[in-house]
Every structure is written in structure tokens, then in C-alpha cells.
């Protein structure tokens, strides 16, 4: 099973940025795509933004959260 909704805690995983980086990123994406502080960002967003290809960033999640 996929994820659709990215958090600032796996922009850290796939980025490898800080916590803090990784909230601004979300709050840009949010930004670029007219949403509010409420809504949530999807992957397929997240990925269109910043270059990434979907299943690319899907496959790594699953690594990173199989191992916790």
C-alpha cells in the first residue's frame, strides 16, 4: 500500500535536510499550490516540485519505515 500524504518528517528522510528545512519545504509547497496551513500535501505534489519521481520517493518511505 502507498502513502498519498507527505509530512515534513519524510521530507527529511528523502531530502536528508533538517527538520526545519523540511517544514519550509512543506510550507512552500503548500504555498505554490494555494492551500491552507490545515491541508496537507500529497506526494505527487511533493515529487512535481522538487523533481523526484514518484515511485523513486514511494520505494524509499517504504524502506526507511519498514526498518522502524
Given at each position: ?8 518528517k ?9 527538520s526545519?528545512y ?27 516540485d ?11 518511505l ?5 526498518g522502524?
Open positions: 500500500m502507498s502513502r498519498l500524504i507527505i509530512r515534513p519524510d521530507v527529511e528522510v528523502i531530502l536528508g535536510v533538517s526545519s523540511a517544514r519550509r519545504v512543506v510550507r512552500v509547497i503548500k504555498r505554490k499550490n494555494k492551500k491552507e496551513k490545515y491541508q496537507k500535501i500529497t506526494v505527487k505534489e511533493f515529487c512535481r522538487q523533481g523526484l519521481d514518484v515511485n523513486d520517493v514511494i520505494q524509499e517504504k524502506e526507511f519505515y519498514k522502524k
